[in-house]
């Protein structure tokens, strides 16, 4: 039987991320009793001490057994901490040595949505890809460069470390996990009870392209807004940089340090999301939307869009449309 230490942290945690795994991998014992095998996991909250935490959050959770209760566990799931990070590391840092000390004696672990922040903080995430909510890549990056973010993905898994994208995307790692630990027919029946697409891996089609400027080069956030403006025009980097008064080979180097964008991802980037929105209403067809923010050639603009976002523009409509169609 596996040992499955689900924490719970001070602070606003995520009681859905608690609940829903619990109940899920609950559902694999109870699966396994049906079909006359013994129970798969020990699942227990466990927490810095037994003390309900009502610091934030809807509800407090009673963890069953302190981190000193448990001496020897084969999986630590970290739930989302929503609190600011100064704060979650500060009530919560004597989980840090307990979860490394742990995964140096053969656990895995697993954060899920921005749980991946606290364990990055551990330094367990350092030249490993993960992932985390898309809406917080880019403080993640900044924070944590050491780390290998593919934000795109809603699961990863590298030497024992498992993270998970935003908010539901938890309910895929577990189904992933589930799979690892009990098989594709268990996997399987799991996703169809809970109704889960087993095969959903990324969360490229729920990003929402904003544009990263928390940083403070004025030069890059002119050349910026530049291009979120025209970005239906056609624009020369070379044009872009004779304005800036820079070498290329400079402007290109500041502007992806600061955006963690090539000049051409970043246009690229602004015209999909642009097309995103139109195609969301609906109103117009796929060529109209493509001609609008500024291609001309239907192939160029699908291949784009599908690498931005994982669909091609017509499924994409077809999904995200408020004017549904019969």
Request: glycine fraction near 6%.
């Amino acid at each position: 039987m596996k040992h499955i230490s689900i924490l719970i942290p001070k602070g606003h945690v995520s009681v859905v991320n608690v609940a829903g795994t619990h109940q899920m991998l609950t559902w694999v014992n109870e699966f396994y009793k049906e079909t006359g095998r013994d129970p798969l996991f020990q699942i227990q909250l466990v927490g810095l001490d037994r003390e309900a935490d009502a610091s934030g959050g809807l509800f407090a959770t009673k963890p069953e057994v302190s981190i000193k209760d448990v001496t020897k566990t084969d999986l630590i799931i970290i739930p989302a901490i929503h609190d600011d990070f100064e704060t979650v590391v500060k009530r919560n840092k004597d989980f840090m040595p307990w979860i490394v000390g742990h995964y140096k004696e053969g656990a895995e672990v697993v954060s899920l949505c921005v749980s991946s922040f606290f364990l990055a903080a551990t330094g367990l995430l350092d030249g490993k890809p993960c992932s985390t909510h898309w809406q917080f890549a880019n403080v993640f990056k900044e924070n944590f460069p050491k780390a290998i973010l593919t934000d795109e993905r809603i699961v990863t898994d590298a030497d024992g470390i498992y993270t998970s994208g935003g908010a539901y995307a938890f309910t895929n790692l577990v189904i992933y996990l589930i799979e690892k630990y009990a098989g594709r027919e268990t996997a399987v029946m799991a996703a169809k009870g809970f109704m889960i697409d087993i095969e959903r891996s990324s969360q490229s089609p729920f990003m929402v392209f904003s544009g990263q400027k928390n940083h403070k080069d004025d030069m890059v956030l002119k050349a910026q807004e530049y291009i979120e403006k025209n970005y239906q025009n056609k624009i020369s980097v070379n044009d872009l940089c004779e304005d800036m008064a820079l070498s290329r080979r400079t402007f290109e180097r500041r502007f992806k340090n600061a955006t963690s964008n090539t000049v051409l991802e970043y246009l690229q980037r602004v015209k999909i999301e642009a097309a995103k929105k139109e195609l969301e209403k609906g109103r117009k067809t796929v060529n109209e939307v493509m001609y609008e923010v500024g291609y001309n050639d239907a192939k160029a603009f699908r291949d784009v869009f599908r690498k931005v976002t994982s669909m091609s523009p017509l499924q994409y409509q077809k999904k995200y449309s408020i004017i549904q169609t019969a």
